[in-house]
Structure formats: C-alpha cells, structure tokens
C-alpha cells in the first residue's frame, strides 16, 4: 500500500490543508455555474491519475455519500417558488438547483476525501493532524479508535458466536433486550480495558500528551505544490462569480 | 551494591476497604530472575501496580535500585521498572509496533537518531525489527507479546516485571519468549502460575499468599515442599516432576 506518487509522498498535514481549502473554493462557486464543477471534477480526476489510484477504489467508497444524496434528490420536491415539468413531475427550480448543488458538492468533497485517505496511512494522518495543532486530546481518541477498533470489532464477533452457541438466534424485536445486554457489556469491557491501557501508559511515562515521534521535515516546496490543486480551484471559484 | 528492587514492609488496603497486602518484605538483587508465585487473589497484581507507583497510599516503601517510589520520582521509576502486562492488547495502544516501541523512550525526551536506535535494539532483543511498521493487530499473539516485552526493554529498565507472561502463548511462542527472556542481562521479577515456567526461567521464587510474603526459595525446593505448595494453592501440572528437570 506504499506507493510512491508525489501524491503519496507529501506531508499529511500539507494534504489535510490543501484538501480544505480546495472543498472551500467548491462550496464558494454559485450552483448554477455548472462549468465549474466539471473543472474541478477534472481537477480531481488528475489527482486520482497522479496518485494512481484506480476508479474502483474510488468507486465503491463513495457509498458512504448514499444519505446526502437521497436528501438532495428530495429537494426538487419539496422546495417553493417557480416550478417546471419534468417527465410530468412538477419540480421546483429553486429545490432543482439546490439538490444539484449538494449533490455535486457533496460528491467532490467526498472523492477529495477518499483521494487523502487513500494516499496517506492512517497514522500519519494522526501525525498530520497533530502537527496541525489540533487539540491533543481529540488526536489521542482518535489514535485510540484506529488502534483498538479491530480489538473491540474481535470481541463483540465472539460474543456473538458465544451467543449463538448457545443457540440465540437474532428473530425481530423480541431479541432485541439480548443484543442491547450485548452491547453494555461489550462497552463495560471496553471501559475496563481503557482503565488497564491507562495504567500501561502511566508505566511508561505517559504525561497527558502523546510525544511526537517523527519530527516533522515538511518543506516549502511541499506547501507549494499541495496549494496547486486549492489555488487552481481558487480561480475557478473567482472566474464563477465572476461571470455568474 | 544496591539492590534492584527493595520492598519493605508494603501494605495496602483499596478504597472500598478490601485489604491485598499486609506488609510486604522483599529484595531482589541487579540481575536475578525471580518467579512471584500466589494463588489468585494473593495480592500479585497489587504488588506489581505499586513498584512503579502505580497504586500508592499504603504504609512501607519499595526502592528501585536505590531510589524510592514516591511522587516527585515517578519519571525516573518508570523508566527503571518495566512492566509487561498481561495483555499484550492493553500494552500496545499506538497504531504501528514501531511508535507504540518508541512510546515510552519519547516520553523520556529521546528523540531523532537516538530515539530510532532505542526502537530498533529493542526489537532486535525480541527478535521483532522486521515487524516495525505493522499494526500491532496484524500480529500473532505470540508476537504482541514480544513487542510489549520490547516496549519496556526500549527504556533499559533496571528491573522487568511480567504479569503472566506465558499465558495464552502455544508451545513454540512460549519457548521463543524463554529464550528471549534468557538473552537479557537484566533483572526479571515474574509473576506466573506456571510452575514449570518458574522453574524453567527463575532459580529463585517468592510466593504470595493472604497478602504476605510465605516464601523464598530455590524454586526446585519450593515446587518440591508439598505441604507448602498444598497451603498456598499451588499445583504442579499432572505428571510434571521438577525432579526430572536438569538443574
């Protein structure tokens, strides 16, 4: 998973920055500028050549965007003002424009999401984001999830098998009082388990803060070429309002 | 010379009341293996959480190398104590076998070239350098435990303290762990109820029971006192006779 595309090699923490900056040029461009978002999907587009990422990477992860879009496609329906047909539905433009808006700004948000996660290993994302200054705490919970997620994921399958064996079977409703018992001793257990990492960090000197293990050797140049993709997105942004 | 660790006098009660140790005496000296042996509920783990002041509050003292537990010298206690809980998982909380390695020396304020060259030692003592950048959940059990047995030794401590190391290891993993723990010059305090593990590792055991230290011992005399092994809910594996056992 250790590819080595420009993209793969910048700096988390210059990726992290730049991907926000180029979604906020895309939240900035009026909806009706229809043009631009067909340049910044090619902006992406060659983000995703550079770093070699296949479409069937991409693909199958934006399923996580399936709520947002249901909600733009009920826009349309429900918004006031001016309507039109469309295939003897009567739509509202203002609802019209609106669902288009998210979905497409919700689609690229995502995709540019996707791109960070798949160019950039899941810690130095954390180191990123440490080095970002975001608060220590919200770092650490978040270290803590990637670390032991599979840890609990482990334990509650075999809970489920102990269940099973003993010939629980999840039928409906009535069932459901056994999975939430599930559930409170799966988090008692996970509670206990902080308290027991707690007091092995203490042992190794822990102070409230997780010490920075690579210093970072982010550059100038690497700032720079990040930006392209937000200042290329920038002045599309600019020509939209612009000509809007 | 000073002792490695110095216990003298350790009780200890929990808030709820409940108490595990009632005055504790124990020496170890630089560069022994000991076995800590008691039934469950003897107060083991208690003992372990109080030399790196871990739990504190009672009467008595405990010493590492000459320096005592207390407060203002936690930092330098917990480099010196090392301890490998019983649960690799619950050791190794950072995302890559190299960071969580690296944890405790950082901690210390070691940093850069230095700080990788903690790491690496510590993993090649193991037998793990190759596995440093993996998640630690990509590893065998056997494995984890070996990188939370690196974990501590990154700090050189002057005494390691295993909770239960051979427990759920398979055969193999639990010899590979013997032989690593065998290769290190340094002082071993085991806390176990495997008998022929003890006798294997430590040719000395104390054994804790009701909270007190009962015996001390060459471990081969002490597994060999039936009555003392009967009062203390110590049994031998079925068919295990340290007799047999080269010396």
């Known amino acids: 998973m250790h590819r080595h595309t420009p993209v793969h090699r910048l700096p988390a923490e210059v990726k992290v920055v730049a991907m926000v900056a180029f979604i906020f040029t895309v939240v900035a461009t009026p909806p009706s500028q229809f043009w631009a978002f067909g340049v910044y999907a090619a902006f992406l587009v060659g983000v995703a050549r550079l770093a070699r990422i296949p479409a069937k990477v991409i693909l199958p992860r934006m399923l996580v965007e399936v709520p947002f879009v249901l909600f733009a496609l009920m826009m349309p329906f429900f918004g006031t003002g001016p309507t039109v047909e469309v295939f003897g539905l009567t739509l509202s433009q203002a609802g019209l424009l609106a669902g288009w808006g998210i979905l497409v700004k919700g689609t690229l948000g995502v995709v540019c999401s996707i791109l960070l996660a798949a160019t950039t290993p899941a810690r130095d994302l954390l180191l990123g984001l440490d080095r970002l200054r975001v608060p220590s705490l919200i770092v650490q919970i978040a270290s803590f999830m990637l670390r032991y997620t599979h840890v609990v994921g482990d334990e509650l399958s075999r809970m489920k098998l102990a269940r099973e064996a003993r010939g629980f079977e999840a039928t409906g409703i009535r069932s459901w009082p056994v999975i939430a018992q599930s559930a409170g001793s799966l988090f008692i257990r996970s509670y206990e388990r902080g308290e027991r990492v707690h007091l092995a960090m203490l042992s190794r000197g822990y102070n409230g803060r997780l010490p920075e293990l690579m210093p970072a050797t982010t550059t100038a140049a690497d700032w720079w070429t990040a930006m392209i993709l937000p200042l290329a997105g920038l002045a599309v942004a600019v020509a939209a309002l612009w000509t809007q | ?247």
């Open chain 2, 1 to 247: 010379m000073t002792a490695s660790l110095k216990v003298a006098g350790l009780a200890f009660a929990y808030p709820d009341g409940y108490q595990a140790l009632f005055g504790v005496d124990l020496e170890i000296q630089r560069g022994e293996r000991v076995a800590l042996l008691g039934p469950n509920g003897a107060g083991k783990t208690t003992l372990v959480l109080h030399l790196n002041g871990l739990l504190a509050g009672g009467v008595g003292s405990v010493e590492v190398a000459g320096l005592p537990v207390q407060k203002e010298n936690y930092p330098e206690i917990r480099r010196r104590v090392g301890v490998v809980f019983q649960d690799p998982d619950d050791q190794l909380f950072m995302p890559t076998v190299h960071d969580d390695v690296a944890f405790g020396p950082a901690n210390l304020g070691l940093a850069g070239s230095e700080l990788e060259e903690r790491v690496h030692e510590a993993l090649d003592l193991v037998g793990m350098a190759e596995f440093s950048d993996r998640p630690p959940h990509h590893l065998s059990f056997g494995q984890r435990r070996r990188v939370a047995v690196a974990t501590v030794l990154a700090m050189r401590p002057e005494i390691l303290v295993l909770d239960e190391p051979s427990s759920n290891l398979d055969p193999a993993s639990r010899r590979e762990l013997a032989d690593i723990l065998r290769s290190l010059d340094i002082t071993v305090l085991m806390v176990t109820h495997d008998l022929p593990y003890a006798l294997e590792l430590c040719p000395r055991s104390l054994i804790l029971s009701g909270g007190v230290i009962v015996a001390d011992g060459p471990t081969r005399d002490l597994l060999l006192d039936d009555p003392l092994m009967r009062a203390n809910r110590l049994e031998l594996p079925y068919g295990f006779d340290p007799r047999n056992v080269p010396a």
